[in-house]
């Protein structure tokens, strides 16, 4: 069949670094294709390349859309041949609603004048289709993640769009979400718009893609029919070798009981009379890894954030560290005390965009750096390299900007940030988000050290196998209320989800 | 990807990224000098080659002081991502106050400098509380401000001119530093600094960080020597550094240190970046933001002594309008009012082009209203290409 997307030896540098190095990629019409590389292999660059974000003449090599030699000068000369993109990180503007964010920069006028009814019909058919039972005219930021990702879909396909290409739009999503975008897609296929698919879930890769085209390092690895690959075969292919093991479990003590949290109630923060957490409370042991279960929106990131004290809305409860109460005011004392979290939104609440990956990494623990406020650049630096190396963060070098970083390298450099000293509880919001498998090993093994020398660490996760693969003890959360604390013995998906959604609380 | 790709592909990119890194900002220097040589040879002929008397260059230098000092406390406003608009009154009411105590109060003039700055300190930590605290938009506490100490400067004098200031109160603002002085004390800070900077190297070898090369640093300390060797000089064969002159270079000196070397000024540029990711890091973004503006109001003081010497007089309408002065100086010099983006040396470059712009045109005798449409253009320019040439970038 002929291709409808042929890119022809894409070669595309920053600088001295070449992050594309002479890549191939095909796309057949009416087949979804997913992209599968390690953090930082190029494959967000690669469909920058596509999209004309970055120009023609920016790379070197061909681009061409049904046989004809794309030049395009922007995203909008892509726009008009049907190719759109949803980025890695979400673009829609929370403060508008669906209506006006599909709409934007493109509204439908008469002289002049917007013609609500139209585009009030018009989005509305585009939620239809999608399967978004919402109006029209809720805000964005009113939604959850998951149906901001489909609200992304339903703008990309205002736009008549042919091929969609989506940069990881599952990883902010709970299994129940991804198995809808999932269908999405594969009716999205059937009406003949065809799809380049990224992402680090690789069971969801097998499951839809007609196709997989593996990146590493820029260079083109391999495209087969993922009808002939295993997700072990996709995984040696990314990582360069094989990798026998996912969850690098290890042995570790587990001591007296050292967090005892709550009972807290918050409420949310735009409509103070819905709760959020429900006299949650529980303990944290020295040594031990709890794994936090439930759906986004079950309340479990408000609740870390009631511990770590950076939750805005109104809270009430306590939390004891070491059998010392303490104040629940702000990130700066629950850090001095001796708790840390890593945020679960890299883009508003990790990186500082422009400062370099160094300066990013060392921002909690300066003080450690300084003598009398003064730095020392030299230890600074110093500390800086040895995070880059344990963590394995692949940049160019530490005075990049860390928003130049690709998404998984910047969510590494965060949690770098966290790990320079040693507090007594970690806090790691959905620490693996956006990550490669390869690099999630390297998380997990460093969980497992840091228990070991006596870190306590409370994982979020959405993903139950990580969950399953590496805590102690699960929390499950449903509603706001934490309705199961169960050790890690025999313990199934299942029986998490129908915690989940059991009635009355756990004892 | 394995280890060794990982970190061999890391190390040998480093040196090339360093030379990445230096090539924008040397950019953003190349084109302020650029700026300031089109400048000098434009009015060099449009004045007859007075404006590049040693005279002339003297009093630019000077001319440069209070703007400058200015702009240095704005910077680090405008990196923090606030602003403040009431710098122009405030510096007015601080004068006011140092000419009242100098001329009616009849105090010493160390005790007038102490209570000056003092204020100063209190202004500043009255805007910041407001803007830290008590989250009022900086545009709003600055804009009252504004008005307000205006007002209470007018109050203060009765609307008169406050005169004539003490001769010991002249010193600051006109009088001129002996030649030998100077000379020993540029030498002396000068050594200093190639002293810090060895051993500086001396820590990375330590922790086995690569230096660049001795050569390329000798030559570094080298024109850094030459450069301002050769503006003592220049201003030794007038009548000397003025005093005013030798503030602004300390002050800027300090204040390039505070925002490069210190934790402080690490977290100024977090908070102008990010504050949410910087308060989830426990930056105590309160204290840090107040902390900024209470500097700022003792560098205003700072500025208000001199303004006040100069002068010789406190008047109700002394620093109307330094504000768009000083942020212009900042803009000039590359700080975004986004935040998180600025240098104090930029500034200080900055506040020099906009006085070698003012005192031009005065040279020239270009009508005051032209004097303010040619300030304005330049400002738009100098934003314009910043914001051109990033999003080629
Ligand atoms: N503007 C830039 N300047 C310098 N380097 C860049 C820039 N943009 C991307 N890179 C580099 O290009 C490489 C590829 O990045 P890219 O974002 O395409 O990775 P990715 O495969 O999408 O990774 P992830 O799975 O983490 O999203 C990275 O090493 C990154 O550091
Ligand atoms: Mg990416």
New binding site residues.
Partial sequence: MANLIEMRGIVKR??P?K?LDGVDLRLEPGKILSLC?E????????MKVLCGIYPHGDYEGQILFEGEEVKARTIKDTEKLGIAIIH?ELTLIKELSILENIFLGAEISTKGLMDFPAMHKRTAELLKRVKLDVSPQTKVGDLGVGQQQLVEIAKALSKKARVLVLD?PSAPLTESETAILLDLVQELRASGVSCIYIS?KLGEVKHISDDICVIRDGVHIATKPASTMTTDDIITMMVGREMKQLFPREDHDIGEVILKVGPINAWDISNPRMKKVVNASFELRKGEILGVSGLVGSGRTELMECIYGCYRGNHEGGVELNGRPLKLASAREALVQGIAMVPEDRKRNGIVPIMSVGQNITLAYLNEFANYGMLSMAKETNAIKQSIASLRV???GPE?AIR??????QQKAILARFLLSTPDVLILDEPTR?I?VGAKYEIYRLMFQLVKKGISIIMVSSELPEVLGISDRVLVMHEGVIKGDLPNENLTQEIIMDCALSEGTAQ | MSEQQATSKSADGANQDLLEKLKPMNLQVLVMLFAIIIIMVFFYFMTDGSYLTTRNVSNLFRQTAITGILAIGMVFVIISGEIDLSVGSMMGLLGGVAAILDVWVGLPLSLTIVFTLAAGLILGFWNGWWVAYRKVPSFIVTLAGMLAFRGILIGLTDGTTVAPTSNAMSIIGQSYLPDMFSMVLAVGVLAAYMIWQQRVRGQNTQYGIQNEAQGMAFTKYAVIAVFSLGIVLLLNDYRGVPTPVLILTALMLIGTFVATKTTFGRRVYAIGGNVEASRLSGIDVEKTKLRVYTMHGLLVGVAALILSSRLGAGSPSAGNMAELDAIAACVIGGASLAGGVGTVVGAVIGAFIMASLDNGMSMMNVPTFWQYVVKGGILLLAVWMDSATKRRA
């Avoid at chain 1, 953090?39 to 690669?46: D, F, M, P």
């Fill in positions: 920053f600088g670094v992050a590389g953090n930082g292999s190029g494959k967000s660059t690669l890695q990881e680090h692949k940049t160019p990049l130049n970083l690709s998404g998984g390298n956006g490669d």
